[in-house]
Nanobody, 124 residues
Framework: QVQLVESGGGLVQDGGSLRLSCAAS????????IGWFRQAPGKEREWVAV????????YYAAFVKGRFTISRDNAKNTVYLQMNSLKPEDTAVYYC?????????????????WGQGTQVTVSS
C-alpha cells in the first residue's frame, strides 16, 4: 500500500517555473515506479514523466522533454517534478502515481495508487 500527497502547484506566468512534490508513505514506495500525470479541463489524463525505483531511468512525454525534470529522494520518500519554461497549455491538475513497470504504449507505468492532485495554472 502507498499513499501519495502532491504539493507545489499554483499560479505562474508564461515562461515561469514550479517544482511539484509527491510525498509518499508506505514501505512499497522505494521499490515502486513513480509517474506524474496531468489532466486539463475537458481532456483525458495523460502521462508526463516517469522514474524507476532507483532513479536511474527516467522517461518523458515529448511535449515536456527538455523543460521538465523528474527526480526522487527515496530517503525522504519524495518524488519531484521540476517544471521550467511553463506554457499556458501546461495548465492542468497534476497527479502522481505509484505503480509497476509498463511499456511505452502505457507511458512506462501501470499505476496502482494515485494522489489527489495539485492544480497548476500558467497565465499568458
Amino acid at each position: 500500500q502507498v499513499q501519495l500527497v502532491e504539493s507545489g502547484g499554483g499560479l505562474v506566468q508564461d515562461g515561469g517555473s514550479l517544482r511539484l512534490s509527491c510525498a509518499a508513505s508506505g514501505r512499497a514506495f522505494s521499490s515502486a515506479r513513480i509517474g506524474w500525470f496531468r489532466q486539463a479541463p475537458g481532456k483525458e489524463r495523460e502521462w508526463v514523466a516517469v522514474i524507476n525505483w532507483s532513479g536511474t531511468s527516467t522517461y518523458y512525454a515529448a511535449f515536456v522533454k527538455g523543460r521538465f525534470t523528474i527526480s526522487r529522494d527515496n530517503a525522504k520518500n519524495t518524488v519531484y517534478l521540476q517544471m521550467n519554461s511553463l506554457k499556458p497549455e501546461d495548465t492542468a491538475v497534476y497527479y502522481c502515481a505509484a505503480g509497476r513497470t509498463a511499456g511505452q504504449a502505457m507511458g512506462f507505468i501501470f499505476p496502482d495508487y494515485w494522489g489527489q492532485g495539485t492544480q497548476v495554472t500558467v497565465s499568458s
